[in-house]
Every structure is written in C-alpha cells, then in structure tokens.
C-alpha cells in the first residue's frame, strides 16, 4: 500500500502479512491445497509505514496452491476510511514457488493492490507489483532475500519504485519460539515519506505458534526524518506491534 500520508502530500508476514504469498504455502496432500488464517494487529505497518493510523485492524488472508508450485490468493486488511483509500486493502496475488536445492527455494509472483472504496474524484489508488524471492536455510536460520517492483502507474504519479529486502528468522530449540529480524530499501514512489525519496526499515520480533494460534511482537522502526508535523511523524514512528492470529 502507498504511504498515507502521500494523499495528503499529493494524496502510502509475518505477522503483518505482507503479501502473503509465500509465507502461506505449504506441501500439498493432494493436487491442490488451500491455507489462510485471520490476524489482528496493534498497528498494520507496510515496510514500516503505519497504514491503519496506528490502530488495530483485522486482516485474512487465503491461498491456493497446486502441487507443480503455482498458487494464488488474496490478503485483505482494513484501513481508516480515506477518499482515495476507501476502507478497505486487498492484495490479490499470483506465482509460481519451488525448491531449486536442498534448503534453497524460489517465489517469482505479482501482487495487485486493490481498494474497493477509492472514490473516483480522489484519483487513481490501485497497482501492481512484481516480486522475486530467494530462500536459504542456514543451518537454524532461515534466510529470505526479495526485490519488489512496481513500474510507472497513475496511481504511483506516474514513478516507479524499487524494494529490497532480507528476512532472517530462527526457531529456538525445544520451543515454540521464533525469533525474526528485517530489513528493507524503498527507494521510487512509495518512498515518498522520505525527503529525498528513499528510505530504510527494520524489526526485530518474535512469534509463539501453539497449535493454530500464533502470537507475535515485533519491534519496527525507520530512518525517515521527522517533518515536524505529529499527525505525519507518528506513522512511521518507532513502534511495537502485538499481532494474534489463527491459521488454517
């Protein structure tokens, strides 16, 4: 999703569920397999952007999977209600997921960002996507490097923007427990937050998985100046985010 705060400028898994995709599939049973849960958040941040004003919103999320690696799905998530964001997000998704060696896998997909709610006088909200993933285990950690790209779109002004990431996870031994660390570049479009266009974000986390249930809390921060204006500043303000989920 776009920064928020960019409608007022000229209008922007985890347990936050960025799409989904990836983070939802498992190994079929059969030809087809379908995985999804529900999830409230304390705050739904996107690349450490606060998208619901700091609130707690509800999200679900559904994939479909075949047995060759292709799957499909959607992510939705609420938001305070907007002209050009309406108030809801969803996120439909596609790709094509495999295993290249042992403890190495690759994810190439495409997200579609939706808001059902933009109001036409507002301007354009919805856009595309692509994505690239590339998974190694490292012994107990497992290790995630993405590139994201959306091209020029209306709904972007007419920029682009590239994002870089690299997820780190590790389950403690003998526990339930899985300790998470992120860090990520905007650079285009969506950086728009930043002064100069750019920016980075980080978190630090950890989630408990009981059965269905998985509790999470994850600590995010970026390097974006202050503006000086709070209503702005508190988006992308340091913050811990408490997530409980259910999964099916």
Known sequence: MQFPAKACCGALLALSFVPAAASAQGVPSGPFSVSGGINVVSDYRFRGISQSEEKVELQSTVTVSHISGLYAGAWGSGLPDSPRYGQYELDLYGGYATEIAPGTSIDLGATYYVYPGNRDRAGPSDYVEVAGRLSHDLGPVSATAMLAYAPKQKSLDDDDNLYLNL?????????????????????????????NGHYVDWSLGARIVHGPVTLSARYVDTDIRKSGVKAVDTLYDPTVILGVGLSF
Not at 171 to 193: C, H, K, M, R, W
């Open 167 to 195: 997820d780190l996870s590790s389950g403690i031994p003998n526990s339930p427990v899985t300790l998470t660390a992120s860090v990520g570049y905007t650079d285009g479009a969506l950086g728009a937050a930043a002064t």
